[in-house]
């Protein structure tokens, strides 16, 4: 079984590549967007607006959560959600450099 040389990357590259993949799925959209939406830590009340269940939700907030992405505070029983603001700004300049340095339609192809 092959293996990905991640070494011969930039950490930049790694870095995006690390924080886009645990972005790749649309529950993981879904998620972000509610949190964003709400502008506030979000807890239980996921399972009941994405139609997933609590294993699932659980599941993609862990992958967002192990990526920086998102930070939790536990809060009696239950777990509340909300963007990370430095990690959230961190992919937002990767991601705007990395669109940026399009210069536009050449006749290549």
């Known amino acids: 079984m092959g293996y990905t040389k ?46 997933l269940a ?16 998102i930070q939790g505070t536990i809060e009696g029983v239950s777990i509340c959600y909300c963007i990370n603001p430095v990690t959230w700004k961190l992919l937002q300049n990767q991601l705007n450099y990395f669109f940026s340095s399009y210069k536009g339609e050449i006749n290549c192809c």
């Open 54 to 69: 609590q294993a699932t939700i659980s599941q993609h907030l862990k992958e967002l959560k192990n990526a920086g992405i």
């Open 6 to 51: 991640t070494e011969i990357f930039t950490d930049e590259q790694n870095q995006l590549a690390q924080l886009l993949k645990a972005m790749a799925h649309p529950a993981r959209i879904a998620i972000l967007q509610r949190i964003l939406a709400s502008n506030t830590c979000i807890c239980g009340d996921l399972v009941d607006e994405l139609g």
